[in-house]
């Protein structure tokens, strides 16, 4: 079975850049996560998609942040202008519904030179 | 919020053996409970979950302990293989929140050939 598809899997770019990184749940999952995941801070949530509408954007670091799921197989989530701080590993997640694991994928690997 | 990859407790055990990775959690609301494994350069990768109607649950070599009164779960991985090494995260999901995860700092699993 397919698990979630994140691409890409590297990324490499200046500051200042716009950087779009993107996500492929596993189908018939309707909810949707981007989490960022540092040394410093761990894992950390950003937003969360139920059936396609963001319900809690609350982890979103800043308005150079944003994220959209235009339908139930695809997510992306936007940096612009990125700076050297965002650099860290994003993952995708997805689950079927409450109380059911969530199941990432393996992640956006971000350097902002 | 946790943390801090820097700072991993770790665990080493001889390959065969069995090994206990222990998480307190932090919310006497938490209501469902995930294990996670994360190997080098892939995402977390479920591997069991419990509900806090159990106090344990099995699955192929690993058994999950809730202990609801000292807010504490375990994890038991049963004759330790090479592949099992890896960092572990516990998750607790707060029964007012249907979708956020609260992620334990982790411990490192290395395994003695």
């Known amino acids: 079975d397919a698990g979630v598809i994140q691409s890409p899997r590297h990324e490499v770019t200046e500051m200042g850049q716009e950087v779009t990184l993107r996500c492929k749940p596993i189908s018939g999952h309707n909810s949707l996560f981007w989490y960022r995941q540092t040394m410093m801070r761990g894992l950390e949530l950003l937003i969360y998609f139920n059936n396609n509408v963001p319900i809690d954007d609350s982890g979103m670091p800043e308005d150079r942040f944003s994220a959209k799921m235009p339908n139930a197989s695809f997510s992306t989530l936007k940096i612009q202008p990125s700076e050297p701080r965002d650099s860290a590993v994003y993952f995708c997640?997805?689950?079927?519904?409450?109380?059911?694991?969530?199941?990432f994928g393996d992640g956006t690997r971000l350097s902002i030179l | 919020g946790e943390s801090v990859g820097l700072h991993l407790p770790t665990l080493s055990v001889q390959e065969g053996d069995n090994s206990i990775i222990n998480c307190a959690y932090s919310n006497s609301a938490s209501d469902y409970f995930i294990w996670y494994k994360q190997e080098s350069g892939k995402g977390p990768q479920f591997i069991i979950d419990i509900r806090s109607n159990m106090d344990k649950r099995q699955g192929q070599r690993v058994t999950v302990l809730l202990n609801k009164t000292v807010k504490h779960l375990s994890l038991q991985i049963a004759a330790t293989q090479p592949g099992d090494s890896a960092v572990y995260f516990c998750?607790?999901?707060?029964?007012?929140?249907?979708?956020?995860?609260?992620f334990g700092s982790g411990t490192r699993l290395l395994v003695r050939p």
């Open positions: 997640a997805s689950r079927t519904g409450q109380s059911q694991p969530q199941h």
């Open positions: 998750a607790e999901n707060i029964g007012d929140s249907s979708y956020k995860l609260i």
